[in-house]
């Protein structure tokens, strides 16, 4: 087995009691648990790695925006943002960008200079593969949420989509940059489309029973998305975990878990799927596991904890 196999995490936030929340990292090939951080995250903590795998960017403790280099130790803290604000690394590593008061901030961290781009009511900024643009939400000026391509200078402002069916939330670039999803119209409702941003045209998973699909990912290689597809049975809650593929019509469920929805994270090989399981009524996950959906294998519990809240699969490079 090669040995680039133990630079595969999977990036965890857990509450430990009077501690409170940290983001850790638990080693698939040989089951360690690392602490990343001490005091500084909160429940609503979600790691960002960096596409390298070296830096992790998450919102912790007073909404600060902290970058921790993950073969140095060494800690920043860039801004004050929104809890679950997106934060999305550029193909460089070297640049964060994300949303703050409606405009796209692009956070150079080795110089730690910042660009602000003027935009209004921006949300959901994200790296087009190139590095030489980023896709965004915002509203058209009739109110209908549209998706825009911009340059990180703010010139070449460009409208990708047409949409006439009010918000759009969750917005994830395609790693190819050849496709976007979101969901809409809220959170009580929520399916998920898939926009084709070189022709606009547009489709609609079928998603779940309970029309509840939370939480999409792109897999790897842009061909599937997974999501936590929330359904109602004997009066209790619970989240099929399923993929469908981008043009639709192909939904499958790979797993079953016992919270109302789930964060989901592909690994690097595009093969399996981590997600939360272990609630009891209104309370938080309490377990991690893993589903694999190329080999007839049940979906493996791998470790437990006593609050978990977000998730991150990375491969960290040499």
Known sequence: MSLSLYREKILFTAGTGPAGYDIWAYVPLTRWIIRLTRGLAEAFSVPYPSRDGRRLAFIGRNSILYALDLRSGSLAQLDRLEPYTLLDWSPDNGYLSYVKEGRIVIYHLDSHRHTVI?????????????????LYAAPDPIGNVQLYQINPNGTNVRQLTRNEEGP???????????????????????????????????????????????????????????????SLIQNRYISYIQTDRREGGQIATWAVSSCFSTPVSWSPDGRRIAYLSGCEGQESAKELWIADTNALRYPAKVLEAGSLTAIAWIKQTP
């Open 168 to 230: 759009l939330h969750d917005v994830r670039l395609s790693p190819d940059g050849r496709f976007a999803l979101y969901t809409s119209p809220g959170a009580s409702i929520s399916l998920i489309s898939v926009v084709n941003l070189a022709t606009g045209q547009t489709t609609r998973l079928e998603g779940g029973p309970e029309a509840k699909n939370y939480n999409p990912a792109w897999s790897p290689d842009s061909s599937r998305i997974a999501y936590s597809a929330t």
């Open 118 to 134: 003027a935009t209004v009511g921006a949300t959901d900024a994200g790296w087009f593969p190139s590095g030489t643009s980023l």
